[in-house]
């Protein structure tokens, strides 16, 4: 009839007027019956007032570094410290009396140099972002998940639990290192695994899981995979791996090897064998198993997907051995498929074949970890080694999926986590922690505050946010529901509220540690 290609603004209301000249001559007008509203106002007011916030912390240091503010401030924060300092016979504080009486930790203390502060602030930025996006992200497309398929301008929220994943692997190799280090033995070490693996899944299905304002506990419908669950059994795993085959001298550069350049690959060839025959599962399961009802290596959600042909195969192989293993009921039954493509069937993203993908991607993350132990102090090696890593990565990434959403071999998916979505989030991983390791560690430019404290905290923040979702200050009643404003409003409040008590945590030397 017409043709008209006009760019339609949010919450406007719009009307086509269709003429009819002729018999062979017809017009078509768009009109404008009530003008759209810029939904984006809210993000730069929110971004001036948080800009404005960190100005003035930041001129609030600047003046605590001059001596007689700094004292004054000490003063009325702690006047009897401060008298009994000065009545005593130490007489008046001078600045070093000053700074150690402050019950805030020194940011660059000999004690605080030995843990890197840049993996801290990954992994409580990642956090951060994932608290945010969970609790409605100002209700924006870009903050929502993906509905199958995505690509490398995907949602924010698809690239929050990968790197997370990311980072735990990284502190495997860290902390297991560190234990072996000063006496552990191993069983004792893998005991502390699988305790601390227990302890995460059990969080995960009876704790997160279930959603008691709905009423108690029902074992008959209760999900049993999700993501503590999944992080679980990725850190069994992938820390157990680590345990098995860790070599002494590996990491000192000790043990000889015919490449130098793969020194901290090649003690570890059997983990890597290990890692690639998971992927050769993972890659026969998905594309060779047999689905009643769906064709072989079906990858598509189902639904109305694919013109409807398969409305029973959402997930391909992946819901089917959730449904198998697990039973429909106790498996995620609102998948993010449902809304665009209309799946009835249940799906669970944190499901068991998608496990194999994250011990892959948690153990590139403790490749990193195995980087900055192998190359200690030696930034340059560290950095260019991250760098390669992710060039590496994302080459992989434009192989596997052409370098487009819908027509490559393996497509990007969180919902599946395929292969070449853990290739193009590590490919991100690395840059990210390229990037914040030079800022914090190497040049010191960022403390990495604010997301450092959560990052600290990371557990008892994601296990917090989740419990006391629907619970005031957290969640309120809207006036407006379909508000930008307000749901940002309300999504900040409560992620902001989140950094503040980690902040108090740290400040009081409070770590909840599983």
């Known amino acids: 009839l017409c043709r008209i290609e006009y760019h339609f603004g949010e919450f406007g209301n719009y009307s086509l007027v269709v003429k009819t000249l002729s018999t062979s001559t017809k017009t078509c007008d768009l009109v404008i019956n009530e003008g759209p509203i810029n939904s984006y106002l809210p993000i730069l007011f929110a971004f001036l007032v948080y800009m404005g916030i960190l100005a003035i912390l930041i001129v609030g240091r600047l003046f605590m570094k001059i001596d007689p503010v700094r004292n004054w401030v000490y003063k009325k924060l702690n006047p009897r410290e401060t008298d009994r300092l000065i009545n005593s016979e130490l007489g008046s504080p001078n600045t070093t009396d000053s700074v150690s009486s402050d019950p805030t930790p020194r940011l660059w203390s000999t004690a605080s140099r030995q843990r890197l502060r840049s993996l801290d602030t990954f992994r409580g930025l990642s956090l951060i972002i994932m608290v945010f996006v969970n609790y409605g992200g100002g209700k924006y497309w870009f903050f929502k998940h993906e509905s199958w398929n995505g690509h490398l301008s995907a949602p924010i929220s698809h690239r929050l639990f990968s790197r997370f994943v990311f980072i735990m692997g990284t502190s495997i190799s860290l902390s297991l290192s560190s234990m072996l280090r000063w006496g552990s033995s191993k069983r004792k070490v893998l005991g502390k695994i699988l305790w601390r693996s227990f302890l995460l899944i059990l969080l995960g299905i009876i704790v997160v899981n279930p959603n008691y304002c709905l009423g108690p506990l ?3 419908s209760l999900r049993i995979p999700g993501v503590l669950q999944r992080l679980g059994f990725t850190y069994l795993v992938v820390a157990a791996l680590e345990l098995l085959f860790t070599r002494a001298g590996a990491e000192s550069g000790t043990l000889e090897t015919p490449c130098p350049a793969l020194q901290d690959i090649l003690p570890y060839w059997p983990q890597w064998i290990f890692i690639l025959v998971l992927e050769a599962i993972w890659l026969c399961l998905t594309f060779l198993l047999p689905v009643p009802g769906c064709p072989r290596g079906y990858l598509g959600p189902g639904g109305i997907g694919d013109f409807g042909n398969y409305p029973n195969c959402t997930g391909g192989a992946a819901g089917y051995i959730d449904r198998l293993l697990l039973g429909e009921k106790h498996i995620y039954q609102h998948p993010s498929s449902s809304v665009i493509y209309q799946t009835t069937m249940p799906y669970d993203p944190e499901g068991i074949l998608g496990t194999i993908n994250t011990i892959f991607m948690a153990f590139l993350g403790l490749q990193a970890g195995k980087i900055i132990l192998f190359y200690k102090d030696q930034h340059k090696q560290i950095m260019s080694r991250f760098f390669i890593w992710s060039i590496v990565m994302g080459i992989i990434s434009a192989i596997l999926t052409k370098c487009s959403k819908e027509e490559g071999f393996i497509p990007i998916n969180k919902n599946l986590w395929s292969l070449s979505y853990v290739t193009t989030m590590s490919c991100f991983a690395f840059i990210l ?15 990495g505050a604010p997301f450092f404290y959560p990052g600290m905290n990371s557990i008892l923040v994601y296990i917090g946010h989740e419990v006391f979702e629907n619970y005031f200050p957290f ?29 108090l945590l740290y400040r009081r030397r409070i770590f909840w540690k599983i």
Do not use: C, F, G, P
């Open 218 to 220: 029902s074992w008959d």
């Open 475 to 503: 969640k309120w009643k809207m006036q407006d529901s379909q508000s930008h404003a307000e749901h940002l409003t309300q999504n900040l409040t409560a992620t902001t509220l989140w950094v503040i008590i980690s902040y």
């Open 433 to 447: 922690l390229l990037l914040i390791y030079y800022l914090v560690d190497v040049r010191r430019l960022w403390s």
